[in-house]
């Protein structure tokens, strides 16, 4: 925490002011930065400082004779602070949410759902366009009544699947010695060469044009959803455990704010950092003008990045969300990195 006119003691009296509302919600008293933080400190000094910072800005007084409360410009001088030094991520939150997506298919929805448990606020994850996907391998699965389920591994480690229909003549040994072939021909290609391919192979209404057709179907439906970025949300209802927002419409407002997911992707698709803070009106979002948006990036595969953040009130505890993050990170850089 450093700033033109915000000494030594000025910084300590607002950090300890910033602690102690994070965890009551309730205006800081002179009295109780005296016996809690600053013993060496009179009440009389405190409340002088506490006048100077609320001149400066960084406090605001809700009522008359009541403590103050911090600014979105202290919260941000406070995490300009802790990003300064070097974010270590918690271990114990790296262990618990490496256990909970690892037997998730869908890491995306799972990821938000373990950030939304660990930090108790609303989480965003962006999974990032992919417009250079290329198949690594291919594997057809017998089914019964002419059926096989074709599953599609990427570069990135992106697997889907669906039921395709296939002739009655292939068996197991044909649909194996298809996978094989095609998975020799097709890995390395992007989507829409496997496509082109495919295409030209299916004209030829050999036995196996229904296989060839279901994986162009697919690859064309993998194709599609790598062009966008994909936000899910998880916890979205934390926010009404915190009394900032026990007001019904201003719950209600933040809500229908998660809907319009344009905003947010637009926010994390920007993410040229380890880590984005956007405390109160700099998320550019009416509806969560007193919200604080915190993010980290992650990589997926190559020269392709995500994010992954929490949604809170402005008071929230940066450096424990900082940490967190950080360990979610690492994890899923690990998992969708390779």
Request: hydrophobic fraction near 40%; include cysteine.
């Given at each position: 925490m450093?700033?033109?006119g915000?000494?030594?003691?000025?910084?300590r009296?607002?950090?300890?002011i910033i602690?102690d509302?994070?965890?009551?919600a309730?205006p800081?008293?002179?009295?109780?930065?005296?016996?809690k933080?600053?013993?060496?400190?009179?009440?009389?000094?405190i409340?002088?400082?506490?006048?100077?910072?609320?001149?400066?800005?960084?406090?605001?007084?809700?009522h008359?004779s009541?403590?103050r409360?911090?600014?979105?410009?202290?919260?941000?001088?406070?995490?300009?602070?802790?990003?300064?030094?070097?974010?270590?991520?918690?271990?114990?939150?790296?262990?618990?949410?490496?256990e909970q997506?690892?037997?998730?298919?869908?890491?995306?929805?799972a990821?938000?759902?373990?950030?939304?448990?660990?930090?108790?606020?609303t989480?965003?994850?962006?999974?990032?366009?992919?417009?250079?996907?290329r198949?690594?391998?291919?594997?057809?699965?017998?089914?019964?009544r002419?059926?096989?389920?074709?599953v599609i591994v990427?570069?990135?480690?992106?697997?889907?699947d669906?039921?395709?229909?296939?002739?009655?003549?292939?068996?197991?040994?044909?649909?194996?010695?298809i996978?094989?072939?095609?998975?020799e021909?097709?890995?390395?290609?992007?989507?829409?060469e496997?496509?082109?391919?495919?295409?030209?192979?299916?004209?030829?209404?050999?036995?196996?044009?229904?296989?060839?057709?279901?994986?162009?179907?697919l690859?064309?439906?993998?194709?599609?959803?790598?062009?966008?970025?994909?936000?899910?949300?998880?916890g979205?209802?934390?926010?009404?455990?915190y009394?900032e927002?026990?007001?019904?419409?201003?719950?209600?407002?933040?809500?229908?704010?998660?809907?319009?997911?344009e905003?947010?992707?637009?926010?994390l698709?920007?993410?040229?950092?380890p880590?984005?803070?956007?405390i109160?009106?700099?998320?550019?979002?009416?509806?969560?003008q007193?919200?604080a948006?915190v993010?980290?990036g992650?990589q997926?595969g190559?020269?392709?990045?995500?994010a992954?953040?929490v949604?809170g009130?402005?008071?929230?505890?940066?450096?424990?969300?900082?940490?967190?993050?950080?360990?979610?990170?690492?994890?899923?850089?690990?998992?969708?990195?390779e």
């Amino acid at each position: 925490m450093r700033e033109a006119g915000v000494d030594a003691r000025k910084r300590r009296i607002l950090q300890a002011i910033i602690e102690d509302y994070v965890l009551t919600a309730l205006p800081v008293g002179s009295r109780t930065i005296s016996r809690k933080y600053e013993t060496s400190l009179s009440s009389a000094t405190i409340r002088n400082e506490m006048s100077d910072l609320e001149e400066m800005g960084y406090l605001a007084q809700p009522h008359v004779s009541a403590g103050r409360v911090p600014s979105h410009k202290a919260y941000r001088l406070y995490v300009d602070g802790l990003l300064q030094e070097a974010v270590q991520p918690d271990e114990e939150a790296r262990q618990y949410f490496a256990e909970q997506i690892r037997p998730m298919e869908d890491v995306a929805a799972a990821a938000a759902q373990a950030i939304a448990r660990l930090t108790r606020y609303t989480a965003v994850v962006m999974m990032p366009k992919q417009l250079e996907l290329r198949v690594s391998c291919l594997q057809l699965v017998p089914m019964p009544r002419g059926a096989a389920l074709l599953v599609i591994v990427t570069d990135t480690g992106a697997i889907r699947d669906t039921v395709i229909r296939v002739s009655d003549r292939l068996d197991s040994d044909a649909l194996f010695s298809i996978s094989r072939l095609l998975t020799e021909r097709l890995a390395g290609r992007t989507l829409k060469e496997v496509q082109e391919m495919l295409g030209a192979y299916a004209r030829m209404n050999g036995p196996d044009a229904r296989v060839l057709e279901g994986i162009a179907s697919l690859a064309r439906q993998m194709e599609k959803q790598s062009a966008q970025d994909t936000v899910i949300i998880g916890g979205s209802h934390n926010i009404l455990n915190y009394p900032e927002y026990s007001d019904v419409e201003k719950a209600r407002a933040f809500l229908s704010a998660l809907e319009e997911k344009e905003r947010l992707t637009s926010l994390l698709s920007r993410h040229d950092a380890p880590f984005m803070v956007h405390i109160g009106p700099e998320s550019a979002i009416p509806d969560m003008q007193d919200c604080a948006i915190v993010t980290a990036g992650y990589q997926v595969g190559k020269g392709h990045r995500g994010a992954v953040g929490v949604i809170g009130p402005a008071r929230m505890p940066y450096a424990k969300v900082l940490s967190t993050l950080g360990a979610v990170s690492r994890v899923l850089t690990d998992l969708l990195g390779e």
